[in-house]
């Protein structure tokens, strides 16, 4: 049985901008979220799906997603994660693995997540081709300790549970 059952874990941060970017709005879990500030990074900066998609391929004993899309390749500049999920969801099909479930926590002090909860578990599930009840998504302040708490930066977390039917 136990050959049948994995977990991974992932994890991801990313620093803001000092403003917005031009071309590069504020995304989380695959949902643009109102903010005055951008994320920092090679892709569209998505922490959220960067730490389960982490979490996946741990999960799967494939690396991590910087082995699979390398910041050093342009292929992936500004690239809409979304699509980098769906690939890594590739990788578990290929391999006979179907998602149990996915718990994700986002660290941020500011924007408020509450509102975008209910956005970026449809939007996950749909991206995973799975059930928005497989997807749990929830949020914390650091409550102003560390560079979340200073509000520089945020950082996900992500758990995934997935097994083999056969």
């Not at 693995?97 to 718990?103: A, E, S, T, Y």
Request: hydrophobic share 40%; net charge negative.
């Amino acid at each position: 049985m136990w050959d049948r059952i994995r977990t991974g874990h992932g994890y991801d941060a990313h620093r803001f901008a000092a403003g917005l970017l031009p071309n590069k709005p504020f995304v989380l879990g695959g949902v643009s979220i109102p903010h005055d500030k951008s994320l920092l990074a090679h892709s569209d900066g998505d922490a959220v799906i960067h730490a389960l998609c982490d979490a996946l391929l741990g999960a799967i004993g494939r690396g991590d997603i910087g082995r699979h899309f390398p910041d050093t390749d342009p292929e992936f500049s500004n690239i809409d994660s979304g699509l980098l999920l769906q690939r890594v969801c590739g990788f578990l099909q290929d391999s006979d693995w179907l998602v149990g479930n996915v718990d994700i926590t986002i660290l941020a002090q500011s924007p408020r997540m509450a509102p975008h909860i209910d956005a970026m578990c449809q939007r996950l599930s749909s991206l995973m081709n799975i059930s928005a009840q497989q997807v749990n998504v929830k949020a914390s302040t650091t409550e102003g300790m560390g560079f979340v708490g200073r509000k520089e930066g945020i950082e996900t977390y992500a758990v995934v549970l997935i097994y083999r039917d056969k």
